[in-house]
């Protein structure tokens, strides 16, 4: 099986010492080095989708050309920090990917509770709409708040995922839909050949 895409650094921004990459460091490595991945290439994967990490690479356009996919993590990121306009400007051609979140919280046993289960509907909502990502993709998938709880059971949380993927499908794109038609309803629309 061939691999479909490398990470560069999993969260440059976050971690220390030992993992700890600057945004010219990250730059430089992307526009010297990730030419010769024989993947496609994520990057940077802020912990916050912090631009100050992307806004580089999206700036050098040898950089941009050895970038597949631009990867975030949602870690505490607001709904107005979603869009992206740098990206959209120059972005054309390259995916955005939510590469990891945990959402709301990972208190034990929240994902049985609605208030969290519902959030995350809300949340994957608003990374589509909002912030234009294409996949959205959880950390991990067998714990006590995650989709599937330890006991293989699928949690509240994890069917409420699980709509977003039985009725969105591969390949399928999101069209215009009024975001809020009224008050405590939110709407994202997606259309494919399946």
């Known amino acids: ?3 479909y895409a490398i990470s560069v650094q999993n969260e440059p921004d976050y971690a220390h010492e030992w993992t ?3 945004p010219q460091e990250i730059l430089r490595f992307m526009r010297e080095n990730a030419g010769s991945i024989n993947a ?3 990057a940077p994967e802020s912990f916050q989708y912090l631009k100050n990490l ?3 690479i999206l700036n050098d356009p040898q950089a941009l050309r050895n970038m597949d996919i631009l990867g975030a993590h949602l870690y505490g990121t607001q709904i107005s920090q979603l869009p992206y306009p740098l990206f ?3 972005g054309g051609g390259k995916e955005l990917w939510m590469t990891e979140v945990y959402y709301p919280n990972s208190d034990n046993n929240s994902a049985d509770r609605w208030p969290e289960a519902l959030g995350v509907s809300e949340h994957i909502h608003h990374s589509m709409v909002e912030g234009d990502f ?3 993709v959880w950390w991990y998938i067998r714990r006590s708040y995650v989709p599937m709880k330890e006991d293989g059971m699928i949690s509240k949380r994890g069917y409420n995922m ?3 993927s039985k009725f969105v499908r591969p390949g399928y794109v999101r069209i215009d839909a009024t975001k809020s038609p009224e008050p405590n309803v939110i709407v994202s629309a997606y259309k494919g050949d399946q």
């Open 40 to 42: 496609r290439v994520i």
């Open 1 to 3: 099986m061939n691999l």
């Open 162 to 164: 699980a709509h977003f």
């Open 88 to 90: 959209k400007q120059k």
């Open 20 to 22: 700890c990459w600057t």
């Open 54 to 56: 992307s806004d580089p």
């Open 134 to 136: 294409q996949a959205y």
